[in-house]
Every structure is written in C-alpha cells, then in structure tokens.
C-alpha cells in the first residue's frame, strides 16, 4: 500500500522511476545457457557481497569499539582509497555506474570490487546508507564485465547482473522479476525469469540433500501469474498486464573439496 500510494503522488507531480530500453539476442538454448551461467556467478558474487559486508562490519567493531574512532577511521579509509583510485565514481549509490553499464555497456574489470569494498567499508564504519543501489550497481558493473565474456551484449548482461545480484542478496525473487519488467520494459523476459530462479546457492551436507530438493520441490511448482508489461509508440507510453509461467526448478549438485567455517 505505501509503495503504491507512493508511486501514485509521485507520478502526479510528475516525477517518474527510471527505465531503460534494451535490445537482446534471440531467446534460444545457447542465450539461456549464457544467462543461467551469469545468474550462477551473480548468485556466488552475492554469497560474497553479504559476507564483506557483515564481515567489514564485525571487523571493524573488533578493532574499533568506540562508535566516534569507528567512523572516523572509516572515513579516513573511504577518503583515502578514493584519492587513491582518483575518481568519485564508487562514492555514493552508484547510480551513474548502472546507467553507464546499462545505456552504454561499459563498464571497468574492477568497478564492481571498488564499489563493494567502499560500500562495506562505509556501512561498516557506521556511517548512513543503504545497501540496495549500491547493489544494484555492483551487479550491473558485474554483468556488463562477465557477459560479454559469455556472449551477452553487454547493456543486457548489466540488466540481468543487477537483477540476479539484487534477488540473492535480499532474497526476493518475486520482487526481482517485478523490478525487471518495469524498469526494462519486459525485453526478452526469459534472461530476466532465469536470472532470478538461478541465483540461489545453498550449502549442505550430503545427508540432507534430498530433504532440501524436497523443500525446493514444495515451494518451487510452475505456476502462471500476470506481470506488467509496457509498449512505447512515438509519443505514448502503455501498460498491460501479460500471463507468464513462472515457477519450477532446475537443482545442480556438485561436491565442494574444501569447507571452513572461520
């Protein structure tokens, strides 16, 4: 409901979200391949991305118990490994890293490493801001890297970073596939409804394998539901509701060598 009535003011004082338009390649076996092989690194980066955050977090109030000196020396830390890297890009919530990756498919090897250690080291520190943007635009600088590599125009490999990053690290699946049609416009919404059924990754032990395809079993049935879908004309814009599958699952179990808990 406050999402709603939110969205509803905003667009009667004529303030409007962001969307972008996006082409992509034919939907066939080898583009689900590359995206499900983006999803599956996007769902390993997320693992990663919530643990330098909490980790950054504990470390930093080990070594740091006074709030003040926490701040300041974290502050120090951000300042002086921007000065470093000489550029403001990673400051802030990203937003001009997704729209670079996005609208111009570029995007730096090491964007999305800066991005998450300033954010990390900014959250942990104590300092204010939030973590979903800045997601958003370590997945983005991810996918606009790692896509190409696999095939993907790269303005669509950010799209499906951002989203594949966002879902693992909120856990909202459903909230990720919404995000994609509405913001990109439901272009070639099979990378988008791969990318948030694949990002998931999960540990256990040998023994309980088949109590967890169980539970996946249960909660992930193939079901239709209606999703928004939007049209551009040369000066219109029109929004419709479209039926899609959604649902079901495709487990992947692989044996890890080597475990610690530290």
């Known amino acids: 409901?406050?999402?709603?009535?939110?969205?509803?003011?905003?667009?009667?004082?004529?303030?409007?979200?962001?969307?972008?338009?996006?082409?992509?390649?034919?939907?066939?076996?080898?583009?689900?391949?590359?995206?499900?092989?983006?999803?599956?690194?996007?769902?390993?980066?997320?693992?990663?991305?919530?643990?330098?955050?909490?980790?950054?977090?504990?470390?930093?109030?080990?070594?740091?118990?006074?709030?003040?000196?926490?701040?300041?020396?974290?502050?120090?830390?951000?300042?002086?490994?921007?000065?470093?890297?000489?550029?403001?890009?990673?400051?802030?919530?990203?937003?001009?890293?997704?729209?670079?990756?996005?609208?111009?498919?570029?995007?730096?090897?090491?964007?999305?490493?800066?991005?998450?250690?300033?954010?990390?080291?900014?959250l942990g520190a104590g300092l204010k801001g939030g973590e979903i943007v800045p997601s958003f635009a370590i997945g983005a600088s991810f996918g606009c890297v790692v896509g190409p590599l696999l095939g993907l125009q790269a303005p669509y490999a950010a799209a499906i970073g951002?989203?594949?990053?966002?879902?693992?690290?909120?856990?909202?699946?459903?909230t990720a596939l919404v995000l994609s049609f509405e913001v990109f416009s439901f272009c070639n919404p099979g990378g988008f409804l791969m990318a948030g059924n694949t990002t998931f990754l999960m540990g256990t032990d040998d023994s309980r394998v088949d109590e967890v395809i169980s539970i996946i079993e249960q909660h992930s049935r193939k079901r239709t539901q209606m999703v928004p879908s939007s049209t551009y004309g040369t000066s219109t814009y029109a929004s419709f509701p479209m039926e899609v599958t959604v649902g079901g699952a495709t487990v992947f179990v692989t044996d890890i060598e080597r475990y610690e808990k530290l």
């Open 1 to 122: 409901v406050s999402s709603l009535t939110a969205g509803t003011i905003a667009r009667a004082m004529g303030v409007h979200g962001v969307s972008f338009i996006l082409t992509a390649s034919t939907a066939d076996v080898i583009f689900y391949g590359q995206v499900v092989a983006l999803s599956l690194a996007c769902g390993l980066l997320s693992t990663i991305v919530c643990y330098t955050f909490a980790g950054v977090r504990s470390g930093l109030e080990r070594l740091f118990p006074n709030p003040y000196l926490r701040v300041l020396v974290g502050s120090a830390a951000v300042l002086g490994l921007t000065t470093l890297l000489g550029t403001k890009l990673y400051l802030g919530t990203g937003s001009d890293m997704i729209a670079g990756a996005i609208r111009e498919g570029s995007a730096q090897p090491l964007d999305f490493v800066w991005k998450l250690l300033l954010t990390a080291l900014t």
């Open 162 to 174: 951002m989203v594949a990053l966002f879902c693992g690290v909120t856990n909202c699946p459903l």
